[in-house]
């Protein structure tokens, strides 16, 4: 299995430009994740999805959006790309059945991002 | 007050060291306790998770649960250059409609050969 991947693994935008930072998992894990880690901050999550066509607001979705059209993929799309969305990306997923889960997640290497 | 607390550090230690890392949280619905360790430049990877209450070891590592207190730890004996890393702490509660791990902000662990 290569458990959680990303792409791009780096990427520089300028101010105003779009992109899609694409994450696949071949766990068939129903949760998926979005996270952006920045220096001294943790992690915080931008959008999450309990199954395919189901996804949800986490800390921070301002200027990010996502679908989730199959259980392995899970894209977030930057719009109008803003200096302050310049990060690490992580997508991370899990597998949970019920209410008592550990909720255990897998995280992929990350996207470096930096908006000009 | 953050529901999470870890000191940041870093934390510089001589190779061969026991190492305690920490979390303080706030809200005693939290249930599940995970240590996350995070290499420079790659994405966090499980370490280990312990449900309530107690005690879990795994080889050189051991993770406490002390609710009473809302007060977690990770052990590492005999601490080795790899072990060299960020360590997350991230706990959640175990309630229906709530997905979200809480997360600490990580602490810096430098074990130096």
């Known amino acids: 299995n290569a458990g959680v991947t990303q792409t791009p693994k780096f990427r520089i935008l300028k101010i105003g430009q779009s992109m899609t930072l694409q994450c696949t998992q071949d766990?068939?894990?129903?949760?998926m994740y979005w996270y952006r880690q920045d220096p001294g901050m943790g992690l915080k999550l931008i959008y999450y999805?309990?199954?395919?066509?189901?996804?949800d607001k986490g800390e921070v979705p301002n200027g990010y959006n996502v679908s989730r059209s199959t259980t392995e993929d899970f894209p977030l799309r930057l719009e109008l790309a803003a200096p302050s969305q310049t990060s690490v990306y992580f997508c991370?997923?899990?597998?949970?059945?019920?209410?008592?889960?550990?909720?255990?997640?897998?995280f992929g290497p990350g996207t470096r991002l930096t908006v000009l | 007050q953050k529901e999470v607390e870890q000191d940041p550090g870093p934390l510089s230690v001589p190779e061969g060291a026991i190492v305690s890392l920490n979390c303080t949280y706030s809200?005693?619905?939290?249930?599940?306790f995970m240590w996350y360790r995070q290499y420079s430049r790659k994405g966090p990877e499980l370490l280990m998770y312990?449900?309530s209450s107690g005690n879990k070891e795994d080889g050189r590592f051991t993770a406490q649960v002390d609710k009473s207190s809302k007060y977690i730890s990770l052990f590492i004996r005999d601490s080795q250059p790899s072990d060299s890393a960020t360590y997350l702490c991230?706990?959640?509660?175990?309630?229906?409609?709530?997905?979200?791990?809480?997360w600490g902000l990580g602490t810096s662990l430098g074990v130096n050969p």
């Open positions: 991230a706990m959640r509660r175990n309630a229906g409609n709530n997905r979200k791990l809480i």
């Open positions: 991370a997923s899990s597998y949970r059945v019920g209410t008592r889960s550990a909720d255990t997640q897998y």
């Open positions: 766990m068939n894990h129903n949760y």
């Open positions: 999805s309990v199954g395919a066509g189901i996804t």
């Open positions: 312990t449900y």
């Open positions: 809200n005693s619905a939290f249930q599940y």
